[in-house]
Structure formats: C-alpha cells, structure tokens
C-alpha cells in the first residue's frame, strides 16, 4: 500500500483477514473505513491495558519489523482436512472441508490446502487491544452460527462494543464459510450490505 495516497481507503477482510485489516486501519491514517466478515477476534476476550502498553507495543511493531528477518519457527499444516498431504489441519470440520473442495480446490484457482504457519518475535495480534482504539467508521458483519472457535462471536461483539467510531453490527446465518458461497442469500446480503455502508461514507 507504500504507493496508494487516496484518502478514501476502506480495508475488507474475512476470517483472518478480517481481524487483520483492525491492525491496517488503525496504524495507517489513509484508512478511512473497516468491513471485518466473520473476524476472527479470537476465543477469548482480551482486554486492552490501561495505560495502554500494549497498544504502544503493536505499533512499534508495525512500524519497525523487518520482516525480511529469519522466522523463529515454521510449520507445514492443512488448512482443511482434506487427503493432500500428512500435516495436522488447521480447521478440522465438515464445513472446512467442503468449502476447501467447492471452491479452493477449482480448476486453475492456485488455491493449497498445504501451508506454511510463520512465528515471529512479536507481540500477541489481539484484536480487542486495537478495537478500542479504532477510530475509523466500522462494519461487522458475524455469523452467529460461526464454528470457527478463534472466530467467537461472542469476542466479535465485545470487541466490536468497544470501538469508539461510528459503527454497525450485522447478524447473519451460514456459518464461518457461508457468505462466501457467490449467489447463496447470505452472500447477496452480505454484497448489499457492503454496497450500502461503502455508499453511506462521506
């Protein structure tokens, strides 16, 4: 994003992605918006110091990593439990696995089931720590049927709470994959929702 200078930037994100982009709105002040789907916050609440520390922690680290640095260690895992290779699985259920051969297994998608984990000496990613400091127009949409664990939506909404922008909270069915099923209902709702708030910045 080193060569992007609109001021009218909004960061999507899904699932990992969703907690992710919490980190991009709140250290790079050209963000002007955040839709987090199905964010994973984590399965326990964290809550934020209060003499802020920890906030000053993740900062630095956006700020001063080198990533370029060796890695203190990698792990090869599956991301569903699908037969490509002996690696333990990331998220080990039906839906995972059905959502891996529907629509990451596509011919000439470039979607593995087989990645890489990379850990660095860094500090915890904790959503909840950056939440309450947000301070970008937010739009979560939560299944809350999600059964990805790190995906709580229960954490979603404490986290969410606790954001000080303006915000909307949107309540959907289908579970962690569902809204990205393209032509499903929960899809359509979540694309109209996303068009609605995006139409609604000013």
């Known amino acids: 994003m080193e060569d992007l200078t609109s001021e009218q930037i909004v960061v999507w994100g899904e699932s990992l992605g969703g907690a992710t982009i919490h980190f991009v709105a709140a250290f790079d002040d050209r963000v002007s918006a955040v839709i987090a789907h199905t ?5 326990n609440y964290v809550n934020p110091e209060a003499d802020g520390h920890d906030y000053d922690a993740l900062q630095s680290f956006w700020e001063h990593a080198d990533l370029t640095d060796e890695p203190k260690f990698s792990v090869p895992l599956r991301f569903a439990d699908l037969p490509t290779s002996d690696a333990p699985v990331v998220l080990n259920f039906p839906e995972a696995a059905q959502y891996a051969q529907a629509y990451g297994m596509r011919e000439d998608s470039m979607w593995s089931n087989d990645v890489t984990l990379v850990s660095r000496d860094a500090p915890q990613l904790t959503v ?44 959907i069915t289908g579970g962690h994959f569902g809204l990205l099923y393209k032509d499903s ?18």
């Open 39 to 43: 964010p994973r916050c984590g399965d």
């Open 128 to 171: 909840p720590i950056v939440a309450a400091q947000l301070d970008k127009p937010t739009l979560y949409l939560v299944a809350n049927d999600d059964e990805v664990a790190a995906a709580s939506p229960t954490v979603a909404r404490r986290g969410f709470d606790s954001i000080p922008a303006a915000k909307i909270w949107v309540d």
């Open 185 to 202: 209902d929960v899809f359509n709702q979540t694309v109209a929702t996303d068009q609605t708030f995006i139409g609604g910045l000013k």
